[in-house]
C-alpha cells in the first residue's frame, strides 16, 4: 500500500483536510548536496512557517483557510539509496494524480523533481524556476544528483525544460543545452523586462503545452531573500516579479499549472526563518492559483 510509505507530519499551515484536493507532500531527502546540505530538514520548518502566517492569497483573493490542505505527510526516504527514494516518490505522486488532485511537492534537495515528473503524463510541459541548469552527466560519478537531475529529466522523460532566473552553469552544461536546443530566461532578462514581455517571451517558448509542472528552486531568487539555500547565487530575481508572472500566465493566458514543487530550502543557512516564510508563502499562492483555475475549468 503506497500509503505506508508516508509518514505523519503537523500539517501545512496546521489545517490538514482530507477533502481538499489540494495535497502536499513533504520529501526529506538531501544525500546528494554538495555544499551546504540540510534541505532535509525544510519541509517541517515551512509547514511550521506556514502556521504562523495568514492563509489569505494575495495574488487571488482567496482564503486557503476555509480550504485547507491534504497533507498526507514526508516520504519515509531510504537513507543512502537515492534511486529507492525517488521510486518510492514516484509511486506515491502517481497515487495521488489518479485520485484527480493536484499535488504540491516541498523538498529536499532539487533531484526530487525527477522522481515527481516521473509520474506525470507526456503532455505536461516543465517550467523550471532556478539559478543553475543542473545538466551535468553526473556528479562525483553520481547521476542522482541535485547536479545532473535535469539530464536525467530530459533523456529519459523526453522533456526539455525551459528555466527562468538561470545564471550560473559549467561549460559542460552550456555545451550540452546549446546541443539539445534548451531555451533559458536569465535572472538578467527577467529583472530588466515587463511582466507583459515576459508572459510573451514564455508563452512563445512553451507554445506546445498549456498545462506545466512547475518547479521552484529558491536559489534562484537573489540571497536577500531567500539566503537558506544550498548552492546561494548572488544577483538572482524576485519573489514578487515571478509570482506576478505567473498570476498572468495562469489567469489570463490559460496556463494550467498541474503540480509544483518548492526544493532547496536549507533551515540551517537561514536567518530568523525568512527562506521558510518565504516558500510557505509561495505554496499558499500557488495553491490558490491552482485551485482558482480548476474552479473555472468546473464552471
Given at each position: 500500500m503506497w500509503s505506508k510509505l508516508l509518514s505523519e507530519t503537523r500539517a501545512f499551515g496546521c489545517l490538514r483536510n482530507p477533502e481538499s484536493i489540494i495535497t502536499i507532500i513533504g520529501v526529506p531527502y538531501d544525500s546528494s548536496s554538495s555544499y551546504r546540505p540540510g534541505s532535509r530538514f525544510a519541509p517541517q520548518s515551512i509547514r511550521?512557517?506556514?502556521?504562523?502566517m495568514e492563509l489569505n492569497s494575495m495574488l487571488t483573493g482567496i482564503d486557503l483557510e476555509s480550504v485547507g490542505f491534504n497533507d498526507i505527510g514526508d516520504l519515509a526516504v531510504a537513507l543512502g539509496d537515492g534511486e529507492k527514494t525517488l521510486s518510492m516518490l514516484t509511486n506515491v505522486v502517481s497515487n495521488v494524480l489518479s485520485g484527480k488532485r493536484v499535488i504540491s511537492v516541498i523538498g529536499g534537495e532539487h533531484t526530487i523533481t525527477y522522481g515527481v515528473l516521473r509520474a506525470f503524463k507526456e503532455d505536461t510541459g516543465y517550467l523550471v524556476v532556478d539559478a543553475h541548469l543542473d545538466l551535468r552527466e553526473d556528479y562525483l560519478g553520481y547521476k542522482y544528483s541535485h547536479a545532473s537531475f535535469n539530464r536525467l529529466i530530459i533523456e529519459e522523460l523526453g522533456l526539455h525544460p525551459l528555466y527562468i532566473g538561470v545564471r550560473a552553469w559549467s561549460s559542460e552544461e552550456s555545451s550540452y543545452a546549446n546541443k539539445r536546443g534548451l531555451k533559458a530566461i536569465s535572472s538578467e532578462f527577467f529583472?530588466?523586462?515587463?511582466?507583459?514581455?515576459?508572459?510573451?517571451?514564455?508563452?512563445?517558448?512553451?507554445?506546445?503545452?498549456?498545462?506545466?509542472?512547475?518547479?521552484?528552486?529558491?536559489?534562484?531568487?537573489?540571497?536577500?531573500?531567500?539566503?537558506?539555500?544550498?548552492?546561494?547565487?548572488?544577483?538572482?530575481?524576485?519573489?514578487?516579479?515571478?509570482?506576478?508572472?505567473?498570476?498572468?500566465?495562469?489567469?489570463?493566458?490559460?496556463?494550467?499549472?498541474?503540480?509544483?514543487?518548492?526544493?532547496?530550502?536549507?533551515?540551517?543557512?537561514?536567518?530568523?526563518?525568512?527562506?521558510?516564510?518565504?516558500?510557505?508563502?509561495?505554496?499558499?499562492?500557488?495553491?490558490?492559483?491552482?485551485?482558482?483555475?480548476?474552479?473555472k475549468v468546473s464552471q
Open positions: 511550521d512557517a506556514a502556521c504562523n529583472e530588466d523586462r515587463s511582466i507583459s514581455e515576459l508572459v510573451n517571451e514564455v508563452r512563445q517558448l512553451i507554445k506546445s503545452v498549456d498545462k506545466v509542472y512547475l518547479s521552484i528552486d529558491f536559489d534562484a531568487f537573489d540571497p536577500s531573500y531567500a539566503p537558506g539555500v544550498g548552492n546561494p547565487e548572488p544577483l538572482g530575481i524576485t519573489p514578487r516579479k515571478l509570482l506576478r508572472l505567473l498570476k498572468e500566465l495562469v489567469l489570463s493566458n490559460g496556463l494550467e499549472v498541474a503540480g509544483f514543487d518548492v526544493v532547496e530550502v536549507n533551515p540551517l543557512k537561514d536567518p530568523s526563518d525568512i527562506t521558510s516564510a518565504l516558500a510557505a508563502k509561495m505554496i499558499v499562492e500557488m495553491s490558490s492559483l491552482e485551485l482558482i483555475k480548476l474552479r
